[in-house]
């Protein structure tokens, strides 16, 4: 069984220039997470998805982030514009459900560097 | 929310001695405990994980042990090998939500 599949795996831009993730879950997943995990610590999460509906996003920084999945499968996150302070590995996770004990499968990530 | 400590932040073992990792949270209420191992380049992979209606798990070299009146969990990795190296992560979970510690870099030295 495939896992979750992250792209681009590196990405480097300038600073003020967009960026966009893609992240596919694994197959039956309902409940898709993009979390932020700067070097030498632990994921922080920034989104939650229960199939199209993000039910947490109360960490996302909305003035420049977004993100979207539309049929509840993929799913894409979006920094417009990057700053610095961006430079981090961005991860996506997928579980079964949402409940507090659903495993949740990690991503490769996409590590991000704005210069 | 949740607060998870984990300690140490880096460790370092003979290979085939045993390393153990600790962690302790904040909200009585966090009833799921997994831990991830995380190797350079790559995402977190969980390697176990413990319900808080259970004391301890076993799989393999790899153990999970939980006390809930202290609000503390601990990995226990035996006979420990050089692909053991990496870093791990311990998490609770709170309102649907996993709150990770900051990890540990093991280092298995041959």
């Known amino acids: ?115 | 929310g949740e607060n998870v400590e984990q300690h140490p932040s880096t460790l370092s073992v003979q290979e085939g001695d045993s390393a153990v990792i600790k962690c302790t949270y904040s909200d009585s209420a966090s009833n799921y405990f997994p831990w991830y191992k995380q190797e350079l380049g790559k995402g977190p992979q969980l390697i176990i994980d413990i319900r808080s209606n259970v004391g301890e798990k076993k799989d393999q070299r790899i153990a999970v042990t939980l006390n809930k009146t202290a609000k503390h969990f601990s990995l226990h990795i035996t006979e420990t090998q050089p692909e053991d190296s990496a870093v791990y992560f311990c998490a609770a979970t709170y309102g649907n939500q996993f709150y990770f510690g900051t990890g540990t870099s093991l280092t298995v030295i041959p």
């Open chain 1, 1 to 115: 069984e495939a896992g979750v599949v992250q792209s681009p795996r590196y990405k480097i831009i300038e600073k003020k220039q967009p960026v966009a993730f893609w992240c596919n879950p694994i197959s039956g997943h309902n409940t898709l997470y993009w979390y932020l995990q700067n070097l030498g610590q632990g994921p922080e999460l920034l989104i939650r998805y229960e199939n199209e509906e993000a039910v947490d996003d109360s960490q996302l920084p909305k003035d420049r982030f977004s993100a979207e999945r539309l049929k509840g499968v993929d799913s894409t996150l979006k920094i417009q514009p990057a700053e610095l302070g961006d430079s981090a590995v961005y991860l996506c996770a997928s579980s079964l459900g949402a409940g507090d004990t659903d495993t949740q499968y990690f991503g490769p990530g996409t590590r991000l560097t704005v210069l």
